[in-house]
């Protein structure tokens, strides 16, 4: 079992950057697909960003892509989310998981963090 935990989220401008952290214990995130989710107030959890177990895939929602990337680091037992040119419907609680992801729209979660909020002022 790995425990999850989300760090990195606050309030920025449009058109600025965060870097959300999740750091896991317990397990290695090699030992899982990574993804980060999203979910807006009054919305459904979305998908945004995945990475396979050994990092050879990378996968985004179309709303992210070009701006947002996945990133692992084995040694911290981190991955990380980092989000550029940010705009206001960007805003929504993020969440780290762990499992398994075979595409952006196939995917099965097990393990989940608690969420950070990143809240996107136009």
């Known amino acids: 079992q790995v425990q999850l935990v989300e760090s990195g989220g606050g309030k920025v401008q449009a058109g600025g950057s965060l870097r959300l952290s999740c750091a896991a214990s317990?397990?290695?995130?090699?030992?899982?697909?990574m993804g980060w989710f999203r979910q807006a107030p009054g919305k459904e959890q979305e998908f945004v960003a995945g990475?396979?177990?050994?990092?050879?895939?990378?996968y985004y929602a179309d709303s992210v892509k070009g701006r947002f990337t996945i990133s692992g680091d084995i040694a911290k037992n981190t991955v990380y989310l980092q989000m550029n040119s940010l705009k206001p419907e960007d805003t929504a609680v993020y969440y780290c998981?762990?499992?398994?992801?075979?595409?952006?729209?196939?995917?099965?979660?097990?393990?989940w963090g608690p969420g950070t909020l990143v809240t996107v002022s136009s």
């Open positions: 317990g397990r290695t995130v090699s030992d899982y697909d």
């Open positions: 998981a762990a499992g398994w992801i075979d595409s952006r729209d196939k995917y099965g979660m097990e393990y």
């Open positions: 990475i396979s177990r050994r990092a050879s895939n990378t």
